[in-house]
């Protein structure tokens, strides 16, 4: 299985930048992409980007041209947030879409969530 820590988050005030980073661990065949979640108090949670393994990236409208995902290496990935606003406040988690070695499925692993807190 794979095991994902995050690290990164924290308080800052509006406009300013944080990033954020996951890394996995475990025994694994290969890590298919790599995403980044947020979950706000009493909402759902809800996609911020991906990445492949190939490094195609997608974006929520609401994080586009603010918010970059990115892989140094095949099991780690970065959310560089820039511009953060009140409403970027969540816990962010990470999420693995990997295959077990001789297992043609997916499977999906979730990070412990880490807290960003944007002040007006």
């Known amino acids: 299985q794979v095991q994902l820590v995050e690290s990164g988050g924290g308080l800052v005030q509006a406009g300013e930048s944080l990033r954020l980073s996951c890394e996995a661990s475990?025994?694994?065949?290969?890590?298919?992409?790599m995403a980044w979640y947020r979950q706000a108090p009493g909402k759902q949670r809800e996609l911020v980007a991906t990445?492949?393994?190939?490094?195609?990236t997608n974006y929520a409208d609401s994080v586009k041209g603010r918010f970059t995902i990115s892989r140094d290496n095949a099991k780690n990935t970065n959310l560089q947030m820039n511009n953060l606003k009140p409403e970027d406040t969540a816990v962010y988690y990470c999420?693995?879409?990997?295959?077990?070695?001789?297992?043609?499925?997916?499977?999906?692993?979730w990070g412990q969530g880490t807290q960003v807190t944007v002040s007006s």
């Open positions: 475990g025994s694994f065949f290969s890590i298919n992409s």
């Open positions: 990445i492949t393994s190939s490094g195609r």
């Open positions: 999420r693995a879409d990997y295959r077990r070695y001789s297992m043609p499925s997916i499977d999906i692993s």
